[in-house]
């Protein structure tokens, strides 16, 4: 799931959360938005995790989640999705 809140320093809030991943023991968010370094996420009580970012506005970025350092995840509900040169998709989010 991806939330977008403006945000008073003209950036937008995007909040990333998986789906519940009880069996994961880490997830890292990777996207374009950091040269698509890995930037651990936080595990919520609920068995999802989270994570915040600043984006510039009306910019598109890809992303996606690894899931234990070896499981490419994307989000079910990403805006849209492109393919990548390893012949499977990255999400989309729009700012």
Known sequence: MIKKTP???GKVI???H???LPEAESVHLVGSFHDWRM???K????GRFHKRVFLKPKCSYEFRYLVDGETWVNDSEAESYSPNPYGS???VVTT
């Open 14 to 16: 995007v909040s990333f």
């Open 7 to 9: 945000h008073k320093s």
């Open 89 to 91: 998709d990255n999400c």
């Open 43 to 46: 595990r919520l009580k609920d």
């Open 18 to 20: 998986t789906e519940v």
């Open 39 to 41: 930037t651990p996420m």
